[in-house]
């Protein structure tokens, strides 16, 4: 009964979606076409749905149905399901009217910020009616299964014995995991038109599809140039030169990046701080008590003074920060599957010979991290690979900052011992709700602090583990990275406020490799790769989509997005594309954080990041490159270049 209720609603859903979007519809073969594809994918949603009920009708005692209770229990469900079924349908007719596909990211999104979406949907619909339509819906509905004599036949047919129940049951969950396997949202064929396409998905299953990938297709719903456009603008804003890497292709980001002067192989520990906002320092404001530490080594460090984080996620920090890439819409590459064997920072260090790490306090399968750095050739240490008394203090995000940098400064006494420099990842937990941290420690108390308590103690720990590494041979040869993933909070009235993605970026060298000071450009955190690059005066094939900040002139910008929304900001300037294919563009008051609309001029560069990134990614286009392969782009490079002088 379920699975005919499942796939007559979503029959009349997919009449009405057709009938509303009538006008950019093809009416040809391929209209049938997606019918009769719709009716394959809502079977195989019906089936999945109803393995829940399938379990419990066959675990159920023989004689449940035969108590009165039992049989209002069951017409209660039929109508719960019925109202689910009308409040699913209404809900895609809503998200059709807005976004003219079937659910998508976007859907997943709006479960991730719930309040915000509850809050827009209770200013934009008339809920009350609407809830009130559907229950009546709903007993509009039951009323007719009453009438058939279904579940009164159902009642008086008798009990079944477990045997046999378990049979019906057995058939119908193979059925199910065979529509789970066997029907996949890539194996639906193109359409000529894609509202045909649209039409020819199931909802329910196009939502869990877009959660399972965590991808919102860019060509889809974004602005897009003639790629060959795209990409010839992103290289020329690049500074990428023919000359300088021979061969490369014109639909990719490959360049040849040469530095002056001797090479530099220091080791490096990159210390990621969550949620580490640049007003929580004292060097940006003034006003704030938090970082004392942080302000003594900001005195011996290089100082980036206008860095602006990429996204408002950790994942997204960590994206930007090793893959020197634009935030592609939808969820951060280090959640999407065919992530592996990435061009990063990692894989530069390692075609120079260094050991390469990500070190964090928490358990690594959150967010996907662990397979991201594992499977991008990184070493992983976590909370499950240190033994228990290596613990001192945990919350549920993971072991406290203490335990975690005294587990660093172990891995690098082990990289010493093995003789090769090495580079570490490492990211803390403490600044993240609950709060809380070892007592004693600094003078603001554990948890009731909140945020202003974490932040001290992160920098207390940072502190001490400076002051630790001192002691250790390998202290002078190491360049210390001090970085935030993202700011605490993003929160404005505007959906970017870009002065809430502003961060701290510090580089001490205690070896006096890398001279003290500060760098005014504005630059996104695409640009810290290649600008540590720069400082150690590497000179490398790349296909990072930062360059040397220190070098950048008049060419300063800033990546940042937030899901949805993706942004160019440049001096003064904001350009957003947004779905569906959607741009606007603004001047922005860095005083008074006033975004005031202006004529678009930035649009066609916003695009060309953003759609090429989406593009080298889908086709495995931004992958590593082998010690062989950068050798050999050296040498094609330096030949090039010598002619070019000849």
Partial sequence: M???????????TRIALLLKAASVVSFNASLVAAFGWGLVYDLAAALLWAAPLVVLLTLLPARFFEKRWGQWLAGAGVLAALFSLLFGAVAEWLFW???GVRFNFIAVDYLVYTKEVLDNIRESYPMPLIFGALFVGALGGFGLVQ?????????????EP???????????LVAALIAGFAVDADRLPGFANNYNRELAKNGVWSLFAAFWDNELDYDQFYLTLPVNEAFARVRAELGAKPAATPGAEPL?????????????????IQITVESLSADFLSIFNRASKLSPNLEEIARKSLVFDNLYATGTRTDRGMEALTLALPPTPGRSLVKRPRNENLFTLGSVFRSRG????????????????????GHNGYRVVDRNSVA???????????ACDEDLLRWTLREADGAEAAGKPFHFFVMTTSNHRPFTYPDGKIDLPSKIAGRSGAVKYTDFAIGQFLREAESKPWFRNTIFVIVADHCASVAGKTALPVQNYHIPLLIYAPGGQIAPGHVKELMSQVDYAPTLLGLLNWSYASRFYGWDVRKSGERGRALIGNYQKIALYKPDRLSVLMPVRKSEEFSFDPSTFALTPQTETLTKDTIAYYQTASYLFKNGLYRELSAEE????????EKTMAGTVR
């Fill in 388 to 398: 228990a008394k290596d613990i001192t203090f945990a919350n549920a995000w993971g």
């Fill in 162 to 172: 477990l045997l046999r129940r378990a049979r019906g049951g057995a058939v119908w």
């Fill in 354 to 373: 260094y050991d390469t790490a990500f070190i964090y306090g928490g358990y690594g399968y959150f967010d996907n991290m662990n397979y991201f750095f």
């Fill in 630 to 637: 950068q050798a050999r782009l050296a040498k094609q490079s």
């Fill in 2 to 12: 379920f699975v005919l209720l499942f796939l007559t609603g979503s029959l009349l």
């Fill in 252 to 268: 990719d980001t490959l360049r040849f990046v040469h530095n002056d002067g001797a090479e530099m192989r220091p080791n490096v």
């Fill in 147 to 159: 009438k058939t004599g279904l579940l009164a036949r159902w009642f008086a047919a008798g009990p």
């Fill in 97 to 99: 009217d807005e976004f």
